[in-house]
Structure formats: C-alpha cells, structure tokens
C-alpha cells in the first residue's frame, strides 16, 4: 500500500441485542435502535462526537417521518449537527456499502474518522394505505373544486381499502427471497438434510459463542423503559436440533420444496455500528486497529428468476482473484445465512471449477471453503436477520476472530434482494 497511514481499520463495534420482532423493540423507532448503537459505540471508545467526520447508516425498511434515518440517529444520540450523516439502502448488504463509503473516504484521505452502521425495525413495519387511496387524497387535496373532489371520493371502491402492507418482495421478480430460494435449489440441487443439519450447527455454534462470552463483547444492552432492558440475543435455540428441524414442514413451497421456518433467517429487531478510522488516527487517539478493510467487491447474479441469492459465488471469487489469494488462505468465513439452502448452493458452486470458469473466467479460483472456519461463531439461522444490523455483526465477528484465532485474513460475504452480492477481505494487523 502507497500510503499506509491511509489505511481504513475497524477499531470498535456495538451492537444491540437481536431480538424476535413483535417484542421489546415493539414502542422504538428504527432511528432510536440507530441511536443506541452510535451513543454506546462513542461511550466504548472515548471518542467524542465532534471527531467524527461522516456517520453512514443501512436501512432496508424505511420510515417515512425519518427518511435520513442516519441523521435522525446520530442526533438523538446527541452528536453535534456539524457531523454530515446520510442514509445508504442496498438491501440485504446496505450496512456494507456504508463500510465501503467511509473506506474509500479514508483512502483518499477527505476524513479521518467514520461510523458505519445499520439499524432495521421489523415491529414498527411503515404499513401504508393501498395506492388508490394515497393518490386519491393526493388528488382530494391538491383540487379546490368541491365536485370534482366529489368525483374522486365517488371513483374509490371497498377494496381501495385494504392496507399496503410490506412483504419482502422482489419489486421487479414479484418473488419472496424463500421463494427464490426454493427456485435455486430446483437449478443447483440439495438436500434437505443437510439444510437442517446446517441450520442446527448455526444454533450450537451461536450459543457456544455466547456462553464462551464473545457477544457480550459486542452487545450493549438497550433500556427499553423504566422495567425492562434487552440484554441478550434472544434467537439461538438449545433445541434447535437437526432432528426436530426434520419435522417441520416446508413453507415457500408446500408440495416439493425443503425450505422450512427453521432453515431460514428470522425477521429480528437490532441495530449495529462500526467505528472506523485510518491507521494514523487510529495510532494517534491511542485504538487499537482490530481489522484493516483492505479490498471489497459488489456484484450481482445472472438471473432474479433463478440465482437471486448467489451474491457469494460472484463476488468472493473476484475478491480472492484480485487480491491473489486462495480458499486456503482464508481462515475466518463469515457468509450471511439468509436461508441454510442459500449458504450451501454457493458453496458449491465456489467449489466447481466449471460454474466458475464459465461465469467469471479461467483466471478466478474455485475451491473449498473450510466448514470449521466458516461462521464458527453461529449465523443468522441463530441470530436472525434485522437486514441492515446483519452486517455490522459480520464484521465484528470477523475481526473478533481474526484477533481470538491470530488468523491473518477473513472474507466476509452476503447476498441480498434485488439479485446482488458483496465481499469483502479483511486483515489482522498483527497475526501470529
């Protein structure tokens, strides 16, 4: 690197607890969950708000009343209003590009400091009135002639009533991301078996990891009013078993599919945030650099219709290539488990070097991705899925890993709605 004292380090992150959605986050704000993470990621630190260049923040779901959710976020948290903020919205890898924005500002050096983060509130879901009525009162108010806003109440039917209410979607496909799920398993083939017994090590592994302590690393607990306080995930399961997840029935496809409750991410409440500065600063406010973000590739797949989630069989690949490295080379794996199905089609398809050739081209590495190293410390089957908190846990846990393991690089890689992917590759400053 030309200019390491430009060099972008994760120095610090916080997380609230990840929660069931419909429980304590019920009466908060997406912007009050930003909030929290920003306000304890500053306490942890010491770092004073005015030393912060940019705040960035994720969010897929977004309300209406805070449309910069990150300016909204980091004023309750009571940062100064000299601070810039906006709002970045990739779907599932929102909170990644905002990782990306603040890097690439470090690397040319227009800041210094920087806070990534992503906050996602599936209690408070913005459930709107159908589209009818929305353009009909648009109509109703904007026309000052009583008849003729006569005529548009008199065009509206019972049915123009129902509630717009927000399904996850794919806007341009129609299709829910089980669904496209369903669809790659049909192309690439899979078991269901091994999905349950994937799902069941995500659960075992998420619960080791918080009885080992490491997530408490991450977690500030959030007063969610005078009595009650979220503390803990509440989403990894002792019986989550690949027994028990044999039973249940498949749910985006009743007849042939094998994607079931258990073996897809839970919508969960949370949010995330990341301090990241260059290693100058770093050294210079006395932190201790836990991740260098070296490189990050985005992409997307060939087909919504029947790759939507394969974001990590395109990007990771390019990532490596670029870099000049191997599956080998990589000890820490942290891939977003959105559906036990998707992890495993993408893994196999890494691993064949036809699909890679021929997607990407001869000069791209195809291998395996070592099952122990790979997302150790449980996934989103355990800890569900609040899309743009997701990622600010991905990279926490990968650097705390890089740091546990003295492991020199991590990949990090998730898919997302819309048939898009990311990767990215961090480095232990100081591996064994």
């Known amino acids: 690197m030309k200019h390491p004292e430009l060099c972008p380090v994760i120095v610090a992150g916080v997380r609230t607890p990840f929660l069931d959605s419909a429980g304590l986050y019920t009466e908060l704000m997406s912007y009050e969950l930003g909030a929290e993470v920003i306000r304890s990621l500053l306490a942890k630190t010491g770092v004073n708000g005015d030393e912060v260049d940019l705040v960035i923040m994720g969010t897929v779901l977004h309300e209406v009343e805070t449309t910069n959710v990150a300016r909204e976020a980091m004023l309750a948290a009571g940062m100064p209003s000299r ?7 990739m779907a599932g890898i929102s909170p990644n590009v905002g990782v990306m924005n603040i890097c690439d500002q470090i690397r040319l050096g227009r800041i210094q400091t920087g806070i990534a983060s992503g906050t996602e509130n599936f209690s408070d879901v913005p459930v709107r009135l159908s589209q009818k009525i929305r353009r009909s009162l648009m109509q109703i ?7 003729a806003r006569l005529a548009v109440l008199a065009s509206l039917r019972p049915s123009d009533l129902s509630l717009d209410i927000p399904d996850g979607s794919d806007y341009t496909t129609g299709m829910t991301m089980g669904v496209a799920c369903e669809a790659m398993v049909k192309k690439f083939g899979l078991s269901r078996q091994a999905c349950d017994e994937f799902t069941a090590r995500s659960h075992a592994n998420a619960i080791s990891a918080t009885q080992a302590g490491h997530y408490a690393a991450q977690i500030s607990p959030v007063q969610v009013d005078k009595q009650r306080v979220a503390e803990f995930d509440n989403t990894p399961r002792k019986d989550a078993t690949a027994e028990r997840l044999s039973k249940l029935k498949p749910v985006f496809d009743k007849k042939h599919g094998i994607i079931t409750a258990g073996t897809a991410s839970r919508f969960t409440d949370g949010a995330a945030a990341l301090l990241i500065t260059s290693m100058a600063q770093a050294n210079k406010q006395q932190l201790t650099p836990l991740a260098i973000v070296q490189d ?10 029947e790759e939507m989630l394969l974001g990590p069989a395109m990007s990771i690949p390019k990532l490596l290539q670029r ?5 080998d080379d990589i000890e820490v794996w942290e891939i977003h488990e959105a559906f036990a199905a998707q992890v ?8 064949d070097r036809d699909f890679v050739t021929e997607r990407l081209g001869a000069e791209y590495p195809s291998g395996e991705v070592n099952r122990d190293q790979l997302n150790s410390w449980g996934g989103s089957l355990a800890l569900g899925n609040p899309f743009a908190a997701t990622g600010g846990r991905l990279f926490m846990t990968a650097a705390q890993r890089l740091q546990h393991s003295g492991a020199r690089y991590a990949v990090i890689s998730t898919c997302a709605g819309g048939g898009l992917g990311a990767a990215i590759l961090l480095e232990n400053p100081n591996p064994r």
């Open 323 to 327: 870099n000049q490295l191997s599956y």
């Open 344 to 351: 495993l089609i993408n893994l196999a398809c890494m691993a």
């Open 296 to 305: 990050y590739v985005l992409t997307g797949v060939d087909s919504l219709e």
């Open 83 to 89: 601070v810039p903020a906006y709002t970045v919205a």
């Open 141 to 147: 108010r904007q026309n000052k002639d009583s008849k």
